[in-house]
């Protein structure tokens, strides 16, 4: 496979507002990409624009909620009339939902699939008849989670998500594989970012701290890399390497463990969960907590 160039492409990223997708966005720009970033906080993505442009790069900044088509093509079709292409699609937008699958509710169950999975697939959608109509066919990147490859307790709807986006990415990557276009999964363990801070925790518990996470930036790099010389699957950190390697050796005793494991995280976690109704950042930004009382309405997903 011939290595890609990053050096005057057009790169697209969702969830760009900050950890992950925001690092990713930094990192492409410093190797010479032209960035498109995507977000729900506008502000942020302004900010991080000026920060591109002050460093002599090129970069737009497109308000996406990327659970809704008309936003994820939108933000495809002004890419293409900005830069003239996309080369590089980094399906990086996600939430979180700790919640007992028995307590939690459908809606919000289905507000994550929303963003996880669909977003995902929507991106996927919307970019593949232009990179099909590129000479040089483009580089597709899912961003999934080591909990898409082995499930653990409080995280039903999460893992359910980035289970789903290893099945698609890997059919669609066979599929799309004849026109150019590379698909790549990464499943990163934890990673210094606002995920978890942010997540809806329907628990009554405030979910542990102390597990070290591996840095953003280094993430970033690895996406780069990716993106010039793209692998089917990446796993990467010590920490989902090793549970990734556990539950394929012996995922009874994995079962056993974190079964086991369940009463003790239980008795372990002490303070309140955050707020009243748990939501987090699952269906407005951080910093727009007063708009959280009700649910967005769901909008017909366009079919074609």
């Known amino acids: 496979m011939a290595v890609r160039t990053i050096r005057g492409q057009t790169v697209v990223i969702t969830g760009a507002t900050s950890g992950i997708g925001r690092e990713t966005a930094l990192a492409f720009a410093r190797e010479g990409a032209r960035v498109v970033v995507a977000g729900r906080r506008e502000e942020r993505l302004n900010e991080l624009v000026g920060e591109i442009e002050g460093r002599g790069g090129e970069a737009l900044a497109v308000r996406t909620d990327v659970s809704e088509m008309e936003d994820v093509e939108d933000l495809i079709e002004q890419s293409v009339e900005r830069f003239q ?92 594989a004849s026109s150019g276009i590379d698909v790549s999964t990464i499943f990163p363990g934890a990673v210094e970012s606002e995920i978890w801070d942010a997540a809806a925790n329907q628990t009554g518990m405030e979910m542990p701290q102390f597990v070290p996470k591996f840095p953003a930036r280094d993430l970033a790099q690895i996406i780069v890399q990716d993106a010039r010389f793209p692998q089917p699957e990446i796993v990467m950190a010590l920490d989902a ?63 074609t």
């Open 241 to 303: 390497l090793a549970l990734d390697l556990a539950n394929r050796v012996a995922p009874g005793l994995m079962d056993l463990f974190l079964g086991q494991s369940k009463p003790f995280m239980e008795g372990f976690i002490e303070a309140a969960a955050q707020g009243e109704s748990g939501r987090g950042n699952l269906y407005t930004p951080l910093g727009q907590e007063g708009e959280q009382g009700a649910a967005k309405p769901r909008r017909r997903r366009r079919t």
């Open 85 to 176: 292409s996309v080369d590089v699609l980094v399906n990086n937008a996600g939430v979180a939902l700790t919640a007992r699958f028995a307590d939690q509710s459908l809606d919000d169950f289905r507000r994550l699939m929303d963003v996880n999975f669909w977003g995902a697939v929507q991106g996927c959608k919307a970019v593949l008849p232009q990179m099909q109509s590129q000479p040089h066919g483009g580089v597709i990147i899912n961003i999934s989670s080591i909990l898409g490859r082995r499930g653990v307790p409080f995280q039903t709807a999460y893992c359910a998500s980035k289970f789903a986006l290893r099945g698609f990415s890997e059919a669609l990557r066979v599929e799309v």
